[in-house]
């Protein structure tokens, strides 16, 4: 199923190959195909099932590319993947450092049919150092870098921000930037190259204006008791009268000053205290909470109207969609019958648009080994031998 009406895209022209992963790899392939590439994934014999090709797999990461069914363990798998490469201009792979290489398909395999490839590597610890032979995750690569310190409660433990933070902003993110970054390189005259993305790296990096504040003594190490992480009253959720919540970041004084406006706050007899000194925060935490608990949840967000008075609701994944401003913005679209998050960032001049449903793995096999120009037979071969499926 594909929609050729879509918009194409910047990036169209561009071949990626894609060696199967979870997460952060599959993440970046799907940026780069959201923004136009031909992303061809290369996932394993032993995932294909024909009797599901047609109908769009559940995984919406895998979104926008075509899949061939590869053993990358049998020397004819290896020929499919350098054939593949060939002809693209980049790869991306989230193995183990050293696994590709022990496969015959690592950066040097392939820059040798290649010398223009970007051979994009996708990591948590990265290809050198201590930790880069173990396994890890998410919540691990935050813990290491200092992220994790600062995310959770005054003098509670700290909380996982989902895999948001690590596996897809530190990772994946990092991962297309420094594809695309290397791409430009090729284009302007150089050679082809590794970028090794790690995600310890990429997240050290996203919070490079924490470290700065702390600098300038303007961010305290304990976590809960700054401006950004929940230690200001006027940058918090609070709990309404229907047990849903508000987020309220009124930082500058004239959004306070609206939001104060807006809301009536402070109940009697709470006073409404000097909010630039931390001193009393507690107090006024308080005082908010009580506020916000004397009504729900939409009549606060429909006081609040269309002003800077910096509240929104907190809505939960399927309300999200409805909101008017993500409705306006078509935030959220549905394609091939399932709702998902548009493409992003947009384009002026060269729009993106989905084309493609999540492939099942190997479900166009056939169709690009014929494109690299396989013969039939060959390919007849290639799956008796079980080398594809």
């Known amino acids: 199923m594909t929609d050729d009406t879509a918009p194409a895209g910047p990036l ?57 069914a590869v053993d990358l363990k049998s020397p004819g798998g290896r020929e499919v993947v350098l054939a593949l490469v060939r002809g693209a201009d980049a790869l991306v792979e989230g193995f183990r450092p050293g696994v590709t290489e022990r496969l015959g398909v690592g950066p040097a395999d392939c820059l040798a049919v290649n010398p223009r490839l970007v051979y994009g590597r996708m990591t948590g610890w990265g290809q050198e150092g201590p930790n880069a032979p173990h396994a890890g995750h998410d919540i691990g690569y935050l813990a290491l870098t200092g992220a994790l310190h600062g995310i959770g409660r005054a003098g509670e433990r700290p909380v996982p921000p989902l895999n948001l933070l690590g596996d897809f902003g530190g990772g994946g993110m990092m991962l297309a930037l420094g594809v695309v970054s290397a791409l430009y390189a090729v284009r302007s005259g150089a050679r082809g190259q590794v970028v090794d993305a790690a995600i310890v790296d990429g997240v050290a ?72 000194d931390p001193a009393n925060w507690p107090a006024l935490r308080r005082a908010w909470a009580r506020l916000f608990r004397t009504r729900t949840r939409d009549e606060w ?26 409705a306006a913005r078509q935030t959220f679209v549905r394609h091939a019958g399932v ?37 039939s037979d060959r390919i007849d071969a290639l799956r008796a031998a079980a080398a594809v499926a």
């Open 339 to 375: 709702e998902q998050p548009a493409p992003a960032p947009r384009f002026s001049g060269t729009p993106t648009g989905l084309r493609r449903p999540p492939p099942h793995p190997g479900e166009h096999t056939d169709e690009v080994l014929a494109e690299l120009g396989y013969p």
């Open 301 to 326: 967000a429909a006081l609040a109207g269309d002003s800077d008075a910096c509240l929104a609701p907190v809505l939960d994944w399927a309300e999200a969609p409805a909101h008017p401003h993500m």
């Open 12 to 68: 169209t022209g561009l071949r990626v190959v894609e060696l199967a992963g979870i997460g952060p790899g599959p993440f970046a392939a799907m940026m780069l195909a959201d923004l136009g590439a031909d992303v061809v994934r290369v996932d394993r014999t032993a995932e294909v099932d024909p009797a599901a090709f047609g109908t769009p797999h559940p995984d919406l990461l895998n979104r926008g590319r075509r899949s061939v």
């Open 205 to 276: 990096v996203l919070s490079t204006q924490i470290h700065g504040l702390r600098g300038m003594g303007l961010w305290q190490d304990p976590r809960g008791v700054n401006l950004l992480d929940g230690g200001a009253p006027f940058y918090d959720t609070y709990e309404c009268a229907d047990g849903r919540y508000v987020a309220v970041g009124a930082l500058e004084p004239r959004f306070y000053d609206e939001l104060v406006r807006r809301t009536g706050f402070p109940l009697s007899p709470d006073e409404p205290l000097d909010r630039t």
